[in-house]
């Protein structure tokens, strides 16, 4: 740890991680209080339940729709080769947003379904589309007094009030759809989440009779937290920040009890947060956004070689690309992936460096204190050229 700390750029909300590299000297004092990246890369193993996507990770998705990175993380997770989503759960979860959520399932699905006409005798196609439609929707709280559907995606989404979507309603609530998921795969199963955890708290909550050391929850990939200069080394921190060791958090906050019940869940195998001082550090731009733009130019060209998995991964490039450009349009300072940041940490948790830490809270003010012995570990930083590599799934098409 003896790097110099990095002047940080006044243009910048965040120290210059791209030409800070991630020396070997850091890093393997990293890899040796924090075991991880073996274990998360055991879970790529096939799955027997899923022998057409070998190397897919069966994967729940919990989401709000407050802020539009739930979705783009949601869509990038979709159409990811590594992951199979088998549940999106909603929080709150009304019809609105899950009518939401169907419409942009469907979206996808019929760009799957032009494919399959295009392209004769796509066997793996129609099975991405079985896949697809298996999908379960989930709520917390279907009757929440207010809609909850921010009007970013009204905007994008029109379709989303018809009455086709609206009257299908979920397909029950989100904590009982993680158990039926989580009998079926046990610990195989990965939780990755972006809204406050009501729904996977209360899942812990109600069928905590079941779970024991056999019978254990896996991995689960929280956006929230907060790791303060107590925890974070100099180099790594925010400006904003600066001097605080707590918090307030979002995801944490918005429902403290379910939050807690995560947090001191005995039976997860390993927490990682994908806290709040490494995520304000993490924006989609308007030079990130030309990135994906010439890569989605070149890929065009590809696309008669491509895979269906792939095709479906060029699908979810497209969607990412055609929403922030909407985004863009009217918040030219970009967006934080705040939760599109803890998606790709479930493909690829190299993307940050974590440090083992137990929660702390006050208040509702979050904070983080080192640890020897807990499960859980909390971002201190993020290389963002990795980050974004994965998002737009470098080396998969
Ligand atoms: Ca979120």
Redesign the pocket.
């Known amino acids: 740890m003896n790097q110099k700390p990095i002047q940080e750029d006044k243009n910048q909300d965040y120290p210059p991680m791209n030409t800070l590299q991630f020396s070997s000297s850091y890093s393997s004092f990293e890899t040796n209080t924090n075991p991880y990246v073996s274990y998360l890369n055991s879970r790529a193993k096939s799955h027997p339940k899923d022998s057409s996507f070998p190397e897919q990770i069966p994967t729940i998705i919990d989401?709000?729709t407050g802020?539009p990175?739930?979705y783009f993380n949601v869509i990038e997770l979709l159409c990811h080769p590594r992951i199979c989503v088998k549940c999106i759960t909603v929080t709150p979860g009304t019809k609105e947003q899950i009518s939401f959520v169907r419409c942009f399932l469907d979206e996808i699905i019929i760009e799957c379904q032009q494919y399959v006409q295009n392209v004769d005798h796509n066997n793996d196609m129609i099975s991405i589309i079985e896949r697809l439609r298996n999908i379960k929707i989930g709520a917390y709280k279907p009757d929440h007094n207010k809609n909850c559907l921010g009007g970013f995606f009204t905007k994008m989404y029109p379709n989303s009030t018809d009455e086709k979507y609206l009257k299908q309603g979920s397909d029950d609530f989100g904590y009982n759809l993680m158990h039926q998921c989580w009998k079926e795969y046990g610990n195989q199963l990965m939780f990755v989440t972006?809204?406050p955890l009501s729904n996977l708290g209360t899942f812990i909550e109600k069928y905590s009779h079941e779970m024991n050391e056999q019978n254990r929850i896996g991995l689960c990939v929280i956006?929230g937290g907060f790791a303060g200069d107590n925890v974070t080394p100099h180099q790594f921190r925010l400006s904003k920040f600066a001097g605080k060791t707590k918090v307030s958090t979002y995801?944490f906050g918005g429902n403290i009890k379910a939050a807690k019940t995560v947090l001191n869940c005995p039976f997860i195998d390993k927490r990682l947060l994908v806290s709040k001082n490494v995520c304000h550090g993490v924006v989609y731009g308007k030079d990130r956004h030309m990135q994906l733009k010439e890569r989605l130019t070149q890929l065009e060209y590809a696309r008669t070689t491509f895979t269906s998995q792939q095709h479906l991964s060029f699908i979810g490039l497209s969607l990412i690309f055609k929403g922030m450009q909407k985004y863009l349009e009217k918040n030219q300072d970009g967006k934080k992936f705040?939760?599109v940041l803890a998606g790709c940490v479930s493909i690829e948790p190299n993307i940050c460096i974590f440090k083992r830490v137990e929660v702390i809270e006050e208040k509702n003010q979050w904070g983080s204190k080192e640890s020897t012995n807990s499960n859980t570990f909390v971002s201190i930083a993020a290389n963002l050229d990795s980050f974004f590599d994965v998002m737009m799934m470098r080396g998969y098409l």
Do not use: L, R, W
């Open positions: 989401m709000e802020d990175d739930d972006g809204a956006q995801n705040h939760d």
